[in-house]
């Protein structure tokens, strides 16, 4: 349910879509939608392989990550494929186009 709405060209637009088309008007969604990422990590891997996550970032869809253990950085490796599609579905926006473990 949105509360909010602003006239424009005589018609109301919900909040939200105002705020959407401002992020895409100033190429702002992108990078929210990057930092969206980094926020949803630990759901999406879950607690135990986000505690043994040493970094992350993500730069032009390369999602960069570094990892405690060698045990946990193989087994990303076997399941990147995968992971990019649960961390873009999440987010709901292909943001991710490849992992590079490090």
């Given amino acids: ?12 637009q919900k909040i939200d879509e105002v705020v959407e088309h401002y992020l895409k ?3 702002l969604d992108k990078k929210l939608k990057e ?9 999406v ?3 135990m392989i986000a ?6 970032r993500i ?3 390369k999602l ?3 990892f405690t253990s060698s045990v946990i950085k193989h087994e990303m490796q076997v399941v990147k494929e995968g992971l990019i599609a649960a961390l873009n579905e999440k987010v709901g926006s292909d943001v991710v186009k ?3 473990i490090y």
Wanted: proline share 0%; aromatic share 12%.
């Fill in 35 to 43: 930092c969206e990422i980094e926020n949803i990590w630990a759901e």
């Fill in 25 to 27: 008007q100033f190429g």
């Fill in 98 to 100: 490849e992992i590079v």
């Fill in 64 to 66: 960069f990550v570094s």
């Fill in 1 to 12: 349910m949105y509360f909010c709405r602003m006239i424009r060209n005589g018609k109301a």
């Fill in 45 to 47: 891997v879950g607690r």
């Fill in 51 to 56: 505690s043994r996550t040493k970094g992350l």
């Fill in 59 to 61: 730069n032009n869809g």
